[in-house]
RNA sequence: GCGGGUAUGGCGAAAUUGGCAGACGCAAGGGACUUAAAAUCCCUCGGACUAAUACUCCGUACCGGUUCGAGUCCGGUUACCCGCACCA
């Protein structure tokens, strides 16, 4: 058959007009067929556009849930836009702009892009966080955590990025600077909103046992709540005054010979008038408080610090008196803000201990404790421990803890190292945090029938050197009247994180027009959970850990029927620029997918991404490359030119068998770039033959459909290989049985080395298989006046003679 | 420092989990077609020794072990990547 020279942009153009056209890509909402929800991060629609790394995680799920779709499922694969953010009102800014605008431009840009890559989200279901028909919920949902005690406001000392002038989260702050602009980030102390995720934290723990998650992605959730078991422990002073510690060696009591309390602890205050050096403390205390965390982590080789004259603390154990210091390499934020020292046990204990000339007390034999800490727990037996001498460590632990009970003393004690979340933003475009602050009632929450709250136009979005949002300035806005008494009030000015919209959306998705709930409760409960949610390694301890924790709340108050959001979370890796580097402007080894749509089509560039490499690590983009792609979908289209009638031929039967279990199998464990190579393979194969029929034709167009889509609908329509579209069809079932050759190549060896190859039936037996070996003159020769030791057999691999 | 991961041709990578190392693709070289080029098609393509696609030997970061047999398992070493980091 004569064809038209392949033409991705008419071809591509043709059928993404005609799907949207036919709306096959849209969920139903009430279906028999079981269903299937996948979901890839909405993205941040940026003014750069979409990067190459974008569509290698959209592409990955659109093949399944083209897959899905093929299989007989009724798939919702949505997408939105996580539409707030600083880089948006940052260019608001420069150009005086609306950020609404920008976002308007943004999003349209964006969508173009995506539709340009035949991508098959369901579009009627398209979503956007700065919608207020959207952040409605979002407001809703943060007043139902106020009312529950799980959003509050408290005075602290939070992460304040220098540039963007504006608070960060925990997880914002990386390495000391701020995670989106890398500017320095320093203490202030400011009244914020705060979102208890503590309180789940051991449900966040526990839950992951319910999911099925990478395993590095659940370890690296683990270590950020970081749960540790240990204990509190009472000290008297001399003062009369307690002052508790929380250790997790409580076996070493007897070895503490000093306490060290952070720089903030309050005992200081009420201890100021009794203590003789207070003005060096209080020096001590300005010059902490003006570090960064950076800074006081950097500084970490070099303890420091000052001893409190004029109060002692009292060992509970052995009445022993020490001394207290204060030092910043003790945090306010982590257990009681003190601690016990134990410098024979303790790597920091022992360096400030011999700084300061302090006695180490070895309490557990084992190590040397002049020349360093001894921190083994496994080997080491209790000494100079009163009580416990002669135990195991663990057993210390018991011990002591049952006294320090039995005694009052202290008790058990968990910590995790998570934070509470530092909800507010000083910034204009994000979510107005719907509370009113009234001088008699307090914060009141803003009564439902009141959201959603919109942004109030403003003429200046810059934030302000004060800390406070630019909402601030907008009087006719924040004055307002209390919802409880009447009295006049204030507006919240604060705006919430961009996270607050990412923390629900996927349920939004299951029914994205409903304004009388964030989603009817038969939608949520015929889509949720989401089956599978790929995502990218960096949202691991941001975006994933808090929608997981808005998830099991909106769990506990019956909105949602599954305590987890997502039944199956996957990894993809970066795409890196063609020298090995990540992708970035300042680098100039950017590549805009936009060109390489135009030149190649999207099915080439779809192909070329999956076949890249390891869908979950990084790889580097290679120009070159994508050639090999272009040429598998020329080498595609082109079979429709030598096709003849007929079905599947015995020749290729078993090869296409195989082919089909090897996609099949690929495609739901991400080895797209094995199943690529699969049918490059088979086309190799049937190259050879000179001719396809038009049932193999058939089959290969529905397998190669989830990654090439309009090629595969071109060809299919082209050849008239069906019903309907592509995606009307079946995905191919394969026979186990059909996918073994009756005659196979298998290696024979001689002491283990290769010496030839020989063909035989693949069910012959061992003394066939042996003697097809021996019969080889190779292998006759390198066993002739030897002992044959020892023959192994292999079935349909290997015959190996171990001869002496 | 702690936790996780990776290491295979010139390059991106495969290898049914202990069984023929390098599938598939890129790049490169040679040939066909063409006035020529591009495209396409065919052949070669880990290294050493070779006239040779005869032989033979070496080869999956490094050292050692288990095994008839190790890229794969075990012990140790090195390098790189990612995350956390004074969390008591």
Not at 193 to 201: D, Q
Not at 263 to 279: G, Q
Not at 299 to 313: Q, S, Y
Not at 587 to 611: C, K, L, Q, S
Request: negative net charge.
């Amino acid at each position: 058959m004569n064809i038209e020279k392949y033409d991705h942009k008419m071809i591509e153009s043709k059928w993404q007009r005609v799907w949207e056209d036919r709306g096959v890509f849209h969920a139903e909402q009430h279906s028999g067929k079981p269903k299937f929800f996948a979901l890839v991060e909405f993205p941040y629609p940026s003014g750069q556009g979409l990067h190459v790394g974008h569509p290698r995680s959209y592409t990955a799920l659109d093949i399944v849930a083209r897959k899905r779709r093929l299989e007989g499922y009724n798939v919702l694969y949505p997408i939105g836009w996580d539409a707030f953010g600083l880089p948006t009102e940052n260019f608001a800014i420069k150009n005086h702009v609306h950020p609404a605008e920008v976002t308007k431009k943004n999003i349209a840009h964006f969508k173009s892009q995506l539709q340009a890559l035949g991508l098959s989200f369901d579009w009627s279901r398209e979503i956007n966080t700065t919608d207020p028909k959207y952040y409605k919920w979002t407001q809703w949902i943060f007043l139902k955590l106020f009312q529950k005690g799980l959003a509050y406001k408290k005075e602290m000392a939070v992460n304040w990025c220098t540039s963007c002038k504006c608070v960060l989260a925990n997880e914002e702050v990386v390495g000391g600077v701020c995670e989106r602009c890398h500017s320095e980030v320093v203490r202030k102390v400011k009244s914020q909103w705060m979102l208890k995720i503590t309180e789940y934290a051991e449900r966040l723990i526990q839950d992951l046992d319910l999911v099925d998650y990478p395993e590095r992605v659940k370890i690296q959730q683990k270590n950020w709540i970081g749960r540790s078991t240990g204990a509190e422990v009472d000290f008297e002073t001399t003062l009369g005054d307690t002052l508790t510690v929380y250790t997790t060696r409580p076996d070493t009591l007897f070895g503490a010979t000093y306490m060290v309390i952070s720089p903030e602890h309050p005992l200081i205050e009420k201890w100021a008038d009794k203590i003789s050096n207070i003005d060096e403390i209080r020096s001590y205390q300005y010059e902490a408080s003006k570090k960064s965390d950076f800074e006081r982590t950097e500084v970490a080789k070099d303890k420091t610090g000052v001893r409190l004259d004029g109060v002692e603390a009292i060992n509970p154990v052995n009445g022993r008196q020490i001394p207290i210091f204060i030092s910043d390499y003790v945090l306010v934020s982590y257990g009681t803000g003190a601690i016990m020292a134990v410098p024979a046990h303790d790597t920091r204990d022992w360096e400030f201990a011999k700084k300061f000339d302090l006695p180490i007390i070895e309490v557990v034999k084992g190590g040397n404790v002049e020349e360093a800490a001894f921190t083994d727990c496994a080997t080491g037996i209790m000494v100079n421990s009163g009580i416990l001498d002669g135990l195991t460590v663990d057993e210390a632990k018991k011990k002591i803890v049952d006294y320090l009970n039995e005694t009052k003393k202290g008790h058990t004690k968990i910590n995790y190292k998570l934070r509470d979340w530092v909800f507010s933003r000083q910034r204009y475009w994000g979510e107005p945090i719907p509370i009113v602050h009234c001088p008699d009632c307090g914060a009141v929450a803003l009564p439902e029938s009141e959201l959603p709250l919109e942004l109030p136009e403003v003429e200046s979005y810059e934030p302000t050197d004060n800390g406070e949002s630019p909402l601030a300035a907008i009087e006719s806005w924040v004055n307002t009247t209390c919802p409880k008494c009447g009295k006049p009030a204030k507006r919240e000015t604060d705006t919430m994180p961009q996270w607050a919209g990412s923390s629900w959306y996927f349920l939004r998705y299951m029914d994205p027009h409903n304004d009388t709930a964030l989603a009817s409760r038969e939608a949520l409960e015929y889509w949720s959970p989401v089956d599978w949610y790929n995502g990218g390694m960096e949202h691991t301890t941001l975006h994933l850990l808090y929608s997981r924790f808005w998830h099991k709340f909106l769990y506990d108050i019956g909105v949602v029927p599954t305590p987890e959001p997502y039944a199956k979370r996957t990894s993809h890796g970066m795409i890196l620029g063609e020298n090995g580097e990540k992708m970035s402007k300042s680098r100039g080894n950017v590549i805009n997918p936009d060109d390489i749509v135009n030149e190649y089509g999207a099915d080439t560039m779809r192909v070329y991404e999956m076949f890249i490499g390891d869908f979950e690590k990084a790889a580097p983009w290679s120009t070159s490359g994508i050639r090999g792609s272009r040429r598998f979908i020329e080498r595609y289209y082109g079979l429709a030119s030598i096709l003849i009638e007929g079905g599947l031929r015995s020749e290729l039967e078993s090869k296409f068998h195989k082919t089909i279990r090897k996609v099949s199998e690929d495609i739901e464990t991400l080895k797209f770039n094995t199943a690529i190579a699969a049918l490059m393979s088979l086309i190799n194969d049937i190259y050879a033959t000179k001719s396809i029929t038009r049932e193999e034709l058939r089959i290969f167009t529905i397998l190669i459909d989830p990654f090439a889509p309009h090629v595969a609908e071109e060809v299919f329509a082209m050849c008239s290989l069906g019903d309907g579209l592509v995606c009307d069809q079946q995905w191919p079932e394969y026979d186990e049985n059909k996918c073994k050759d009756d005659t196979v190549e298998i290696a024979v060896q001689v002491n283990g080395k290769l010496k030839a190859r020989i063909k035989i039936a693949a069910d012959a037996d061992e003394a066939a298989a042996l003697e097809a070996a021996k019969a080889e003159p190779k292998v006759a020769e390198f066993t002739d006046g030897k002992n044959i030791v020892k023959e192994i057999y292999v079935k349909g691999k290997l015959v190996n003679i171990v001869a002496k």
